[in-house]
C-alpha cells in the first residue's frame, strides 16, 4: 500500500464535549490500524493530553514545546514519536497546546501548515496511517480538500443521547 494515496490514510477522532470517549476510541483505532493494516502513529492534539497520560507519556505531556518546534521551527516531526508496546507510535500532546492551538487559529492556511510539517512527513517517513485526537478541530485545520479522509465525530441530539453525524 502506498500511504500517500491511500484514501484511509488519515483519521481524525473528533468530539466537542470532554469525556465522551474521544482518546479511547482513538487510542483503539490506532492499536487496530497497527494490528491489522499497517504502520500507524496516533498524534495527540488534544490540549487536555489525556490520551497521551492514559498511555503511561504523562513526563512528555510536561516537556514542552514538542510540536511547536516542529509547526514554527521546522522540527521533524518523526524526532516526536514515541514507539510503544502496543507498535504503533505516539506524538504526545503538551501542556502548551493551547498557545499552539492559539498561534495556529491565526495562520492563514493552519490547515495546511499542520498537514505539510506534521501529517505528510509522518506519512513519508512510512506511516500507512495517522490517527489524530483532537478534542475541537477549528475549521481552519480540518478542511475537507486533505483532512481527513475519514472523519469520527460525535454530536448531541436534544435529546442528551449521542450519536453519530
Known amino acids: 500500500m502506498n500511504p500517500l494515496t491511500s484514501k484511509n490514510g488519515v483519521v481524525a477522532v473528533c468530539i466537542l464535549k470532554g469525556g465522551m470517549g474521544k ?4 487510542i483503539n483505532l490506532a492499536h487496530r490500524l497497527q494490528e491489522n493494516h499497517g504502520e500507524t502513529v496516533y498524534i495527540d492534539v488534544d490540549k487536555n493530553g489525556h490520551g497521551t497520560e492514559f498511555l503511561g507519556f504523562g513526563d512528555a505531556y510536561k516537556a514542552n514545546g514538542q510540536l511547536e518546534e516542529v509547526i514554527f521551527r521546522d522540527e521533524h516531526p518523526a524526532d516526536l514519536v514515541i514507539e510503544t508496546e502496543w507498535d504503533f507510535g505516539v506524538v504526545a ?3 502548551e497546546m493551547s498557545t499552539i492551538n492559539d498561534r495556529m487559529k491565526n495562520q492563514m492556511n493552519a490547515d495546511v501548515i499542520l498537514k505539510n510539517k506534521v501529517i505528510d512527513p509522518l506519512r513519508e517517513d512510512g506511516y500507512d496511517y495517522v490517527v489524530l485526537d ?12 486533505w483532512l481527513p479522509h475519514r472523519v ?4 448531541s441530539s436534544r435529546a442528551g443521547k ?3 453525524p
Request: proline share 4%.
Open 134 to 145: 483532537a478534542l475541537v478541530i477549528p475549521r481552519k485545520w480540518l478542511i475537507t480538500r
Open 162 to 164: 449521542h450519536q453519530w
Open 23 to 26: 482518546s479511547t476510541i482513538a
Open 152 to 155: 469520527l465525530s460525535f454530536r
Open 93 to 95: 500532546s503538551s501542556s
